[in-house]
């Protein structure tokens, strides 16, 4: 694991693009890492590495941008594994549907989040960024889920995830669960229930109780 993310880091570093994700793709099949370990132990850190790059110079968002974008590869192009593994665990038959709210950008941690939730069992529908509220509730009364998985990554927006929460209880009351998670909570747990969340969660191990309960 630690050699596999010294190597990662480096090719990331030099933007190489192709090596990061060959080097994924051929550490998963010898099993030298776990999909869990590659999001929140390489990925994420390298997304947060980033950081160093805000408002030093003018002409550094277009790296950021970059940086983000192999990451987004790398994800996408491991989702066979999730679909191999997935075979292996039993259905809980539960559906989740992943959204950010209205004017948030950030998706990546709810892509990753996602992920989790299919390796425990979980049927997953994937909306994203900037999603509008009334389309969530036509998604809702379409799918049906039990759960609906909400990211927040910019605290300017948790106002926007509340509207949409409102929106989500007014129409179907109390039979749908709000999980909430992201960046914007992490130092801010009051507001998961000051916008209406009924569970905060961050990690695959919060994930894998959620299915141990469900499962019940
Ligand atoms: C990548 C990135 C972007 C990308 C996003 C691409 C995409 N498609 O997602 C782009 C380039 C588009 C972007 C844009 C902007 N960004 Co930006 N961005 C980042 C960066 C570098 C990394 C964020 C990230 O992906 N982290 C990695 C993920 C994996 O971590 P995570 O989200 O915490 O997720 C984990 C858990 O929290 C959890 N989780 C996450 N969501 C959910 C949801 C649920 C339901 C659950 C259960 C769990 C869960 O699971 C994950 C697994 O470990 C951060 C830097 C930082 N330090 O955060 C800035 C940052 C978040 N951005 C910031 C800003 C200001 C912006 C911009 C406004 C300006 C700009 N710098 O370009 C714009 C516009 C954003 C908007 N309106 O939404 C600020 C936010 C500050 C604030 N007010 O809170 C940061 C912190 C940078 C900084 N230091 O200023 N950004």
């Not at 010294?6 to 776990?34: G, P, Q, R, W």
């Not at 960024?129 to 889920?145: C, E, G, K, V, Y």
Request: aromatic share 12%; charged share 25%; proline share 3%.
């Amino acid at each position: 694991m630690e050699e596999f993310k010294k190597t990662f880091m480096t090719y990331f570093e030099a933007n190489n693009k192709d090596m990061c994700v060959e080097l994924t793709i051929k550490s998963l099949h010898k099993n030298a890492i776990t999909i869990p370990d590659l999001y929140e132990k390489v990925l994420r850190p390298a997304l947060y590495s980033i950081d160093d790059c805000v408002d030093k110079d003018n002409g550094c968002i277009w790296k950021e941008h970059v940086k983000t974008s192999i990451i987004k590869t790398v994800i996408e192009s491991i989702y066979p594994f999730v679909i191999k593994l997935k075979k292996h665990v039993e259905p809980l038959n539960i559906k989740v549907i992943f959204v950010c709210p209205e004017k948030e950008y950030h998706e990546i941690g709810l892509r990753m989040m996602s992920d989790f939730f299919n390796l425990n069992g979980y049927d997953t529908i994937f909306i994203g960024t900037n999603s509008p509220r009334d389309q969530i509730i036509t998604a809702i009364l379409f799918s049906n889920p039990k759960y609906i998985a909400i990211s927040v990554t910019d605290y300017y927006l948790l106002f926007e995830a509340q509207k949409m929460i409102q929106k989500i209880k007014s129409t179907y009351d109390k039979n749908i669960i709000v999980i909430v998670g992201g960046l914007a909570f992490k130092h801010n747990l009051d507001s998961v229930s000051i916008i209406g969340g009924d569970i905060y969660l961050e990690t695959y191990e919060d994930v894998v109780s959620l299915a141990k309960e469900d499962l019940k």
